[in-house]
Each structure stands twice: as C-alpha cells, then as structure tokens.
C-alpha cells in the first residue's frame, strides 16, 4: 500500500518563491529516489510564502529514507534561512477501497 504524504514548508515573508525555484531543481532528484511514485507543489493562493508538497512513496519507509539522504547532503540545513519554522511532515495511509 502507498504512503502519501503533506509537507508544509512554513516560508518567511517574501520567500515563497525562492523555495519554489529551489524545488524545481530538487524534486528531479526526489523523483528519481527509490520508492517515489509521484509529487506535487503547491503554494497557498493566500499566503504564498506557505508551500505545500503532496507525495507518495511505496512505503513509509521509503519516505523516511529519502529524508536521512536530504539531511545528510545538507538540504534541508540550506533551507534554514528560507523557512521561518520547522517542516510539518504528515503521513496519510491510503484506503482505496472507500
């Protein structure tokens, strides 16, 4: 079963954007990591310094993985000063019988 999962990425004002441009190189290699099946930016149409990834990995596992290798190759240490709080990574289990 898939694991989906909602990552808020809180962004101080005015750097919205900026995240955004980093992602857009980052997520080609977020795409090619082991268990990756699909994701998804999204900013808030309201507060556009909030960004939001929607992923889904095979496992959970996989997820938990991908971000050890974010933090060991210093990613998410570069995003200090774009965020203005800690990520909020939530796991969603899928029910696609319901």
Not at 80 to 88: F, K, N, R, V
Request: with cysteine; glycine share 6%.
């Amino acid at each position: 079963m898939s694991q989906t999962i909602h990552v808020v990425f809180p962004c101080q004002e005015g750097k919205g954007a900026e995240l955004l441009g980093i992602l857009t190189e980052a997520l080609v290699d977020t795409r090619a990591f082991e268990g990756c099946e699909s994701i998804e930016a999204y900013s808030n149409s309201d507060h556009p310094d909030t960004v939001v990834l929607w992923e889904k990995f095979a496992t959970r596992a996989n997820h938990e993985a991908y971000l050890a290798w974010r933090i060991e190759n210093g990613m998410l240490e570069m995003l200090g000063p774009i965020l203005a709080s800690d990520l909020e990574v939530t796991y969603y289990d899928d029910h696609p019988d319901v």
